[in-house]
Every structure is written in C-alpha cells, then in structure tokens.
C-alpha cells in the first residue's frame, strides 16, 4: 500500500512539471509572423505587428480578438501599427485592442525601413532585440525601400492560407535563385558585432507596377542578367506588389548601400553561398543569340592570403559547374572542343561581375561583406593581434585577384542541335 | 556505519562524469568562453590534463590507507578534530555545488523555458526529484546516472551532429584565443571544473578495490574532458569569438539556431531533456556526497534522516544569490576558480603531512 501511495504521489508530481504557471492555450495567443520597424512619429519607433489569422472554436477562419473587437474584413492580413518607445512596450500598447497574448516565437520576418537602417537608431535597435527569449536567431532580417509598414500591409499571401510558410518560402528564394542573400537574424548579428566581415541583409520593396512598359516605350537592356534591378524595380505587374530583390550592405552600424540581383549573385559566390541559379549570356559566337544556363557552386571558394607585403593580397577562386538549359542559336557547344568556348565565356562574364562587386564594396562602401577577413583572421595566432591589424581599416586597400573556373557538366535534353533553317529551307 | 552498497566501474564514471560534465551545460561555459576567446576548448584541456595530476595524488594518498575511506583518512593523518573541520569543508563544498547546480538551472529555466512560475516553485521540484533519487541510498544514485549516461550522450552525439551546418572553421581563428598564457592560466585556475572525482575517494569502499577506484577516476575525468572540450569545441564553431560570451547559456543558444528547413527546427527540445536529467543528477550526486561525508563525520549511519534538513539547507542557501548575475559572476565563478583548494589542495597536504609523519593505514602496514 505504502509503495503504491508514493508512486502514485510521484505520478501526480508530473502534472505541476507541465507548468502550470506558464500554460498557454494556443488559441489566446496571437502569433506574430512578420514584425516592421520604422523610425516613430510621436514615439521613437513605428512598430508593425502582422499577426497570423487563426481558426475559432466552431472551426470556422476566425479572427484572434474575443468579441469580434480585432475583426479586420476578408483574407486581408491583420496588421497592428502603433508608435512606441521599443518593440517590447509596443506589444504591451497593441494589447489594449488585441485581446490575445503576443508571440513572437513564429515570427518568420523582422523587417527595418530604409530609414531606419541608415540611421544611428538602427544600432540601438538591433542591440535591444537579441535578449528576448520570443525572438529566434533563426527568422530572417529584411530592409524595405520605403516604410516597413507598407511592406507588411502588402505582405499577403497568394497561394495557400498559411503565412508563416509563406514567409518562409519568401526567403527560401535565396537557395532557388541567389538573387538575395540568407541573411537570418543569427548570421547577421554575428556579423554586426564582428572583427571579420560586416553584416548584410535582403532587400526588400513595394512594386508598384509602372516599370513594366507599354509597347514602344521600353528599351532592351545590354545586360542579359535579368538581375540588374533592386527590390520594387522589377519590369512586372501582377497580384502582389511585395518584391525581395538584391542585398542591403552595411558598413559597422548602418546601412550605407544596396547591391543588386546579380551582384548579390557574385556576393553569394565568393561567400560560399550560392546554391543554384539560372544565367543568360550572350552566345559567344553570335552576340545576337542568348544561352541560358543552370549555375551550381561546384566546390566551396578558394581563399588566399598574403599578408607579407604592405597591403593585404587576397586570391579568391570560385568554382563552379552547370547544365546547359538554352542555345539559342543551335551552336554545337555540346562537343568536347566547343565547350570551352561557352565555358571561358560565362567564366569571363562571372569574372566581370566578381571583380565589379568586390571594387564597389572596396571603394564605395568600405565593407567587407564577403567575409575575407575569415581567412585574414588564420594568419593570426592571438585575438589580440588580430584585433590590432584592424582588418576592417585595411579592406579598402587590400588587393584582391579573382578567379573563375567553370565546367558545363550535363547538356540538357539534347546532345547534338540540328542547325536552325533558313527562309528559303536551307540549313544556316 | 553507513551502509553504502556496492558499485561497479561504470555507475562510478557514470556518477563522477554526470557531476564534471554537466557544468558545460550551464552558465560557467559563458565566463570560460569570455576568458579564453576562441580557445575554450583548448583551455578546457589544460585543466582536464591538470585535474588528472591532481588526481594522481589522490591516488597516493588513499593507496597509502587501504581500506579506508577518505574522512578516515583526513582523521587519520590530521587528527580528529582537524580531520574533521576538513572533512566538514568538503561537506560544505559539495553542497554548495548542489545549491548552485539547483539554483542555476532554475534561473536557467526561468529564462528559457518557464519564465512566469516562481523561482520558489520550480525548486520545489526540482528538490522532490532529488529526495526521491537520495531516498534509495548510494546505489540508487549510481545506478540511476549509469542508467541516463547513455540518452545523455546520444542527446550530446545528437546536438553535435545537428549543429554541423552552422559550425564555421573561420570561428576557431586566432586559434589560440587571448594566447598561451591565458590558456595555461585559465586552465590550470578552472581545473575544479574535473575537481569532482575526489568524491569517488568519499566512497571508495562502495568500490571494488583501488584499481576500480583508480580506473574510475581516470577514466571519468578523461571522458568529462573530452565531452566538456567537445561541448567548447561546437560552441566556438558556432559562434565568433565576439558574440560567444554573451550568451547566458551557451549550448542552449547554439541549439535554438539550428534549422533544417520549415520542418526541422526547435531542437532545444533535446537539450531540455539532456539538460533537466543531467541537472537533477548533478544536484542529486553532490547533495549525496555532502550527506555522506557529513554522516562519516558524525557517525551517522542512516543518510535518510539527513535528507530533508539537507534539502531544506539546499532550498534555503540556493535562494540567497539576489539574481542570475550574481550566480554566474559571482558564486559559481569563485566555486570553479577556487574549488581546486578543496579538491586537491586538502588531499595533496593530507599526502605532504602523511609523508612527511610517516603515516600509513593500518592495512598497508601490516
């Protein structure tokens, strides 16, 4: 009997390691899934809270405020903006008309204006966030051209009802295409912090449909990258105006600039970053015709550092593989000797944007966004010495060669074109 | 005469390892990573390497009084009264690593896990589990930490695994952190941390035989060294130099960073487990060293009528820390720095006294 009395006591001593204080029932929270920062008006911080819609009881879309007092209409996203002096009384302020406990445990985007970024602000704010046990180093950190504000009311969703997945295939775009960077809130305040390399984010903007020409008033571009534009310059129209394109680069504490698609693309390379993307180039036997390709790191970068002489010289080797997609022209590029010839093209072309990048961060921004101080970093033995070469002082300096190696591994569905034909049906 | 049982070679290791490694889950990683920079796991090295010379003369000592534990001991060569007040210092200090084990983790928990339920609450706990393991005796304790050493490993092996994708090679540079001297410093300073196989000499006759007791010890101290350098080594991989020390709990935070994809994310899942058991059981396992010295000092020969006014000393003292930054800057800091003393400075002049006088066990004389 004894025995069965204290075994009894230890089962009912499971129920209070539940926590009991700290039980919350899904449905009286509201879960916060993008969370917008701008500078404030009449406080100094204009927060924006999209807030995931959850099912009520009965099962029926529901809102999360009780007595329908948070109903917004529809499928619109529901957005709180309020000015307060930190994002943490902010969320105390938003509950005098939200009902429900915030969360910000699912919150998949932070996303600071332009303004802000570039302001002395921007500090203060990034400092106060990384404490908070809700914020996860994991969600992504974005900077809208524009107000944050805008971006969140514009950020819904198209396909599926599930936001949160939404935002995070947003952002998974990164892996799809390079065109912005995975610039999570981890890497990013490791970077704001560090000794070694200076912090980036994705770019974000509001499209608002008029760079989509009407017939007769567009003019081609030289460039084949289809990446030379930021977020919000898309030529397109359609359904969402919200647009993630390009890479807001920082220089210590501020934001000093932007880099586009294809040179967040050559960014990724020489990070180490780049999954995969398709390219177009021109045909480097007829300039008329475009081949398209499909792009993977084939190995990581190769980094080498010289630091003997007065200036840092730095070797950096991208390697890379891809499979032909399109040859417009119908060139045989498949055969053994006509390989290189597509190959060394696009290695020159990739070249041109590497060394083009790494110049504009040299020169203009004065940020090592690529990380090069890493592998400076190993020919120190102490933190100390590290520390008193003062890396970031010596990156604009700092010669640095590239160099491209790119093999066409598969060609696709076809091995050997057959010539296009001529009007007169004569094979060109 | 307390009736301790028997334990073999792994419940010892098991026990002196649960006790040893078990620090690296809680904040005092923080304040090694923030004086040794990016060589924490280098650091850490040093002072397994220098808790098993310490050791080595623990080994002497206790293999010049076969048969004998180590209050008897300290008796023995220091006379009764001082034996005693040495014996009663190890006491203490054991307990105080129980308070602060308790203490910790429960500041641990309000951070992380359970941040509105009071301090009071979470203790109350957390001491139940405790009474209930201490209850059943020595053996009870040994066996229940054999029981959890392996899920506590394949917890670790887990985190280890999972965290590849953020480890950075570049992180571990300059590889010597704040340089040598910082590392042998720090290191032989915080050889405490593997301090804890002295308590294996407390019970040795639970033992069987010195060999046992010295396997053991050896053992346990290589095994806590390399899972504590492991634990260094994934966290500085992780983590630049720079940002390393701000974390209060430096594993905890490198396991909420990992992802893999939408689907595979909050991991600290597993590390609550690792960290609660292994939490409990430090607690446990020191609170038990302390009641049993104590009860070799007094002749005791029940530890079950120690059990609750021990506690509630526990409850009581790991309640005094006004705040979380006390605890971590403060007592658990002074506890690694110093603990050395205790834990191989009283059996090394044990061991200087016993030469010098000429003193051997009974046994060993014969």
Same mark, same amino acid.
């Given at each position: 009997?004894?025995?069965k009395?204290?075994? &009894?006591?230890?089962?009912l001593l499971?129920?209070?390691?539940?926590?009991?204080?700290?039980?919350r029932?899904?449905?009286?929270?509201a879960?916060?899934?993008?969370?917008g920062l701008?500078?404030?008006?009449?406080?100094r911080?204009?927060?924006?809270?999209?807030?995931?819609?959850?099912a009520?009881?009965s099962?029926?879309? %529901?809102?999360p405020g009780?007595g329908?007092?948070d109903?917004?209409?529809?499928?619109?996203?529901?957005?709180?903006t309020?000015?307060?002096?930190?994002?943490?009384t %902010?969320m105390?302020m938003?509950?005098?008309?939200?009902s429900?406990k915030?969360?910000?445990m699912h919150?998949k985007l932070?996303?600071? =204006?332009?303004e802000?970024?570039?302001s002395d602000d921007f500090?203060?704010?990034?400092?106060?966030l990384?404490?908070?046990i809700e914020?996860?180093?994991i969600m992504?950190?974005l900077?809208t051209r524009g107000k944050?504000?805008?971006?969140?009311r514009?950020n819904?969703t198209?396909?599926g009802?599930n936001?949160?997945?939404t935002m995070?295939?947003l952002?998974?775009s990164?892996?799809?295409?390079?065109?912005?960077?995975?610039a999570?809130l981890?890497n990013?305040?490791?970077?704001?912090?560090s000794t070694?390399?200076?912090?980036i984010?994705?770019? $974000?903007?509001l499209?608002t449909?008029e760079n989509l020409k009407?017939p007769?008033r567009?003019e081609?571009?030289? =460039?084949t990258?289809g990446?030379?534009?930021?977020?919000?310059? &898309?030529?397109r129209k359609?359904?969402l105006?919200?647009?993630?394109l390009?890479?807001?680069?920082?220089n210590?504490?501020e934001m000093?600039?932007e880099?586009n698609g294809?040179?967040t693309?050559?960014?990724?390379?020489?990070?180490?970053?780049f999954?995969?993307g398709?390219?177009?180039?021109?045909d480097?036997?007829?300039?008329?015709?475009?081949?398209?390709?499909?792009?993977f790191?084939?190995?990581?970068?190769y980094?080498?550092?010289?630091l003997?002489?007065?200036?840092p010289?730095i070797f950096?080797k991208?390697?890379?593989e891809?499979?032909l997609?399109?040859?417009?022209?119908?060139?045989?590029?498949e055969?053994p000797?006509?390989?290189p010839v597509? /190959?060394?093209?696009f290695?020159s072309e990739?070249k041109?944007q590497?060394?083009?990048l790494? $110049?504009?961060c040299?020169k203009? !921004?004065?940020?090592?966004i690529?990380?090069?101080?890493?592998s400076?970093a190993?020919?120190?033995?102490?933190i100390?010495d590290?520390?008193r070469?003062?890396?970031? /002082?010596?990156?604009?300096?700092a010669?640095?060669n590239? /160099?491209v190696d790119?093999i066409?591994?598969r060609?696709?569905?076809?091995?050997?074109? @057959?010539?296009l034909v001529t009007d007169g049906?004569?094979?060109? | 005469?307390?009736?301790? %049982?028997?334990?073999?070679?792994?419940e010892?290791?098991s026990v002196?390892?649960f006790?040893?490694?078990?620090?690296?889950?809680?904040?005092?990683?923080?304040a090694?990573?923030?004086?040794?920079?990016?060589?924490?796991?280098?650091?850490t090295?040093?002072?397994?390497v220098?808790?098993l010379a310490g !050791?080595?003369?623990i080994?002497? &000592?206790?293999?010049? !009084?076969p048969g004998q534990e180590l209050?008897?001991?300290?008796e023995t060569? +220091?006379?009764?009264?001082?034996?005693?007040i040495f014996?009663?210092?190890?006491?203490?200090f +054991?307990l105080l690593?129980?308070a602060m084990?308790a203490?910790?983790?429960?500041?641990a928990?309000?951070v992380?896990?359970?941040p509105?339920?009071?301090p009071?609450?979470?203790?109350v706990?957390? *001491?139940?589990?405790?009474?209930?393991?201490?209850?059943?005796g020595?053996?009870c304790v040994?066996r229940t930490?054999?029981?959890?050493?392996w899920?506590?490993?394949a917890?670790l092996?887990v985190?280890?695994?999972?965290?590849?994708?953020?480890?950075?090679?570049?992180?571990?540079y300059p590889?010597?952190g704040?340089?040598?001297?910082c590392i042998?410093k720090?290191?032989?300073?915080?050889?405490?941390v593997?301090g804890?196989?002295?308590?294996?000499?407390?019970?040795?006759?639970?033992?069987?035989?010195s060999?046992h007791?010295?396997k053991s010890?050896?053992t346990a *101290?290589i095994?806590?060294? $390399?899972?504590?350098?492991t634990?260094?080594?994934?966290?500085?991989?992780s +983590?630049p130099?720079?940002?390393?020390s701000?974390?209060?709990?430096p &594993?905890?935070?490198l396991?909420?960073?990992?992802?893999?994809?939408r689907f595979?994310q909050?991991?600290e899942?597993?590390?609550?487990?690792?960290?609660?058991?292994?939490?409990?059981?430090?607690?446990?396992i020191n609170l038990?060293?302390?009641?049993?010295?104590?009860s070799k000092?007094?002749?005791?020969?029940d530890?079950?009528a120690?059990?609750l006014?021990?506690?509630?000393i526990?409850?009581?003292?790991?309640l005094i820390p006004?705040d979380i930054?006390s605890?971590?800057?403060e007592?658990?800091?002074h506890?690694?720095?110093?603990? @050395?003393?205790i834990y191989f400075? *009283?059996?090394?002049?044990?061991?200087?006294?016993?030469v010098?006088?000429?003193i051997?066990g009974?046994?060993?004389?014969?």
């Open positions: 009997m004894r025995k009395t204290a075994l &009894l006591s230890l089962l499971l129920l209070p390691a539940a926590g009991c204080y700290d039980r029932e899904p449905d009286e929270i879960y916060v899934v993008a969370i701008d500078k404030g008006v009449t406080d911080l204009r927060l924006s809270l999209q807030i995931v819609r959850m009520d009881e099962g029926a879309r %529901g809102m009780g329908g007092q109903t917004s209409p529809g499928d619109e996203p529901i957005i709180v309020l000015d307060c002096p930190s994002l943490f %902010g105390n938003a509950n005098s008309s939200i429900r915030f969360n910000l919150a932070i996303i600071f =204006s332009e802000l970024a570039r500090e203060k704010q990034i400092s106060g990384m404490r908070y914020i996860r180093r992504h950190i900077v944050a504000e805008d971006f969140i514009e819904k198209l396909i009802k936001p949160p997945k995070q295939m952002t998974d990164s892996a799809l295409t390079g065109m912005i960077p995975d999570n981890f990013f305040y490791n970077d704001f912090k070694f390399q200076r912090p984010a994705i770019l $974000a903007g499209n449909f009407n007769g567009g081609i571009q030289e =460039s990258s990446g030379n534009y930021l977020a919000g310059e &898309l030529p359609g359904y105006k919200r647009e993630l390009g890479t807001a680069v920082f210590g504490t000093i600039g880099l294809t040179e693309r050559a960014l990724a390379m020489i990070r180490g970053e999954k995969r398709f390219y177009t180039i021109k480097p036997l007829k300039p008329d015709y475009l081949v398209s390709l499909e792009v790191p084939a190995r990581k970068p980094v080498k550092v010289d003997r002489g007065e200036t010289e950096v991208i390697r890379l891809g499979d997609l399109a040859v417009q022209s119908a060139e045989n590029y055969k000797d006509m390989k597509l /190959e060394q093209a290695e990739i041109s590497v060394d083009s790494v $110049a504009k040299q203009e !921004f004065k940020s090592d690529f990380g090069l101080g890493r400076v190993s020919k120190f033995l102490t100390e590290w520390e070469y003062r890396w970031h /002082e010596k990156f604009p300096g010669t640095v590239t /160099e790119f066409i591994r060609t696709g569905l076809i091995l050997k074109p @057959s010539p049906g004569v094979h060109k | 005469m307390l009736r301790e %049982g028997k334990i073999g070679v792994f010892a290791i002196i390892t006790m040893s490694a078990t620090k690296v889950l809680y904040s005092s990683s923080r090694l990573v923030e004086a040794s920079g990016t060589s924490g796991w280098l650091t090295i040093v002072s397994g220098t808790a !050791f080595y003369f080994i002497l &000592l206790m293999s010049r !009084f209050v008897s001991v300290f060569v +220091f006379g009764r009264f001082a034996g005693i014996s009663l210092l190890m006491s203490v +054991f690593n129980s084990f203490r910790e983790f429960i500041e928990v309000k992380y896990a359970y509105l339920s009071p009071s609450f979470l203790l706990i957390f *001491i139940l589990a405790i009474i209930t393991v201490l209850y059943f020595f053996e040994a930490a054999a029981l959890f050493a899920p506590m490993l917890g092996a985190i280890v695994i999972l965290a590849v994708p953020l480890y950075e090679m570049s992180n571990l590889v010597l704040h340089g040598p001297a042998i720090t290191g032989l300073l915080r050889s405490s593997y804890d196989a002295l308590a294996l000499a407390v019970v040795i006759n639970s033992l069987q035989g060999e007791f010295k010890g050896v *101290i095994l806590s060294t $390399a899972i504590i350098a634990g260094f080594l994934i966290y500085n991989l +983590f130099y720079y940002i390393a701000e974390s209060t709990i &594993l905890y935070a396991t909420r960073s990992i992802e893999y994809g595979f909050r991991f899942a597993i590390f609550l487990f690792v960290w609660s058991i292994s939490g409990i059981l430090a607690s446990a038990y060293f302390a009641l049993s010295t104590y000092v007094f002749r005791i020969d530890h079950r120690l059990i006014p021990q506690t509630v526990i409850f009581s003292v790991s006004l930054s605890i971590a800057y007592h658990v800091n506890i690694r720095q110093y603990g @050395s003393a400075g *009283i059996p090394l002049l044990a061991l200087l006294v016993a010098i006088r000429g051997r009974e046994q060993a004389g014969a």
